[in-house]
């Protein structure tokens, strides 16, 4: 199936003898490609709407790569345009048809976002994707399908493969989901909703809600398009309408900034992030204030994000329920601190890429540093860590960058299979490299 990862590397993380005394500090400016929520919400709602869109600066990843593959073969005309910075998306929107077999990879926002868009499809739609995808929870996605009257076949199991036999039309109506397992499963249905006959009223009938800035990202890029959204305590209502195309520029992606700016703070100098924006609804905007908390300088100007550091780190207690994608990064600095952390609020975290508490904590306890796991936390202590060490990535691109923040103050570390940081960014090595290039 196409975007799956042709090989593997073993990729040994440069050493800069980081924490204090640093002895070759960072002084770089780098540029994040665009972010990859954005893009592939964008690529969404383009393809439902009622006129031509041009995605601009779009993020070029495998996660990408399988949306716009996916909303191909789903009749959509996405045509990319070469530009002098690297590549855009025109997107004309065409009668969205079966059959069609369609491979979402690992990706959470292509196996949760394409196939309410394909129960607009006329036709048998076919989703499966890479082995861990089968492990992930998609069944308040397939639950409130069904309950607008939608026909899966899904082996009464409720999770992927997965195939929709789509009428080319949904009527719309009210949903209950438990959307305590991810944010996704809302905006799923949001981004549904403005083509359905009758719109899509959505309650979150689970005891919590993770990642709320994600669900506030989809609302602003509706209402971006011309939808109608109204909110109440975990209640959604959009109504139906037609949505307008939009010559959008995407954000770079700020999630991804974080082992970038960690480096300034591991390794001391300075880290300029070109582009970032003044207002934003991506949580990665959160870094400024937490990786502040840990010790860095940050200021923010029209050039960007500077960020400072000394080479020395302090430890943070933080609910990070918000912003669980950023826990890997976060975690790894904390592993190299100088007083103890607790990363909380981060138990839906287990069902992601990987069990990414589980995960963390094996990894860094394998390399010496003491880490506890609890049901929805990581106690992380400051210790010695050791070197020569394989660090594995579970094929999770969070993982993988993880392994190179720590290989920047921990000698002889191994990051294994480094192309799964292709889900989200093409080349990490390479823009790794130069930034410690300078």
């Not at 002084?27 to 969404?44: C, D, H, Q, V, Y």
């Not at 049901?375 to 993982?399: A, V």
Request: aromatic content about 4%.
């Amino acid at each position: 199936m196409a975007g799956r990862l042709a090989h593997m590397t073993n990729w040994s993380a440069p050493f800069r003898s980081g924490l204090r005394p640093a002895s070759v500090p960072i002084n770089a400016e780098l540029s994040i490609p665009g972010s990859k929520s954005a893009t592939n919400r964008a690529l969404i709602l383009a393809a439902i709407a009622s006129s031509q869109s041009l995605i601009r600066k779009p993020l070029a990843s495998r996660d990408t790569d399988l949306m716009v593959d996916g909303l191909r073969k789903l009749g959509c005309k996405i045509e990319k345009l070469n530009t002098k910075d690297g590549f855009d998306y025109e997107i004309t929107p065409q009668p969205l048809m079966g059959p069609a077999q369609i491979d979402v990879g690992n990706a959470g926002t292509v196996m949760r976002f394409l196939p309410p868009i394909a129960a607009l499809a006329k036709g048998l739609i076919h989703f499966d994707g890479d082995e861990r995808s089968h492990e992930r929870p998609v069944a308040p996605v397939i639950d409130g399908l069904e309950q607008l009257g939608i026909s899966i076949e899904h082996g009464n199991k409720y999770r992927l493969p997965l195939t929709i036999n789509g009428s080319g039309k949904v009527k719309g109506g009210t949903v209950k989901i438990d959307a305590s397992a991810s944010s996704q499963f809302v905006s799923a249905l949001l981004l549904l909703a403005p083509a359905t006959e009758d719109g899509i009223t959505i309650q979150n009938i689970g005891p919590s809600l993770p990642s709320l800035p994600h669900i506030e990202m989809t609302i602003q890029m509706l209402q971006l398009f011309g939808a109608k959204v109204e909110i109440s305590e975990n209640i959604w209502k959009v109504s139906p309408c037609k949505l307008i195309g939009q010559d959008l520029i995407i954000e770079p992606d700020l999630s991804n900034a974080a082992p970038f700016m960690a480096a300034a703070m591991i390794c001391g100098g300075t880290v300029l992030i070109k582009d970032w924006p003044e207002k934003t609804a991506q949580p990665g905007d959160q870094l400024r204030s937490i990786f502040s908390s840990m010790g860095a300088k940050i200021t923010h100007d029209k050039a960007g994000l500077k960020v400072s550091g000394s080479g020395s780190v302090k430890g943070i207690d933080i609910d990070l329920s918000n912003v669980g994608e950023l826990t890997p990064s976060i975690a790894a600095v904390a592993s190299l601190a100088n007083t103890a952390s607790t990363l909380r609020g981060i138990g839906h975290l287990r069902l992601h890429e990987t069990d990414r508490l589980a995960a963390l904590a094996s990894e860094i306890n394998n390399l010496g540093g003491s880490v506890t796991e609890g049901p929805g936390e990581l106690l992380i202590k400051p210790t010695q860590m050791k070197s020569s060490q394989i660090f594995k990535s579970y094929e999770d691109h969070r993982m993988a960058t993880a392994g190179a923040i720590i290989g920047l103050a921990v000698e002889g570390i191994t990051v294994e299979n480094i192309e799964t940081t292709r889900k989200t960014l093409s080349d990490f090595p390479g823009m790794w490299q130069a930034m410690l290039d300078g």
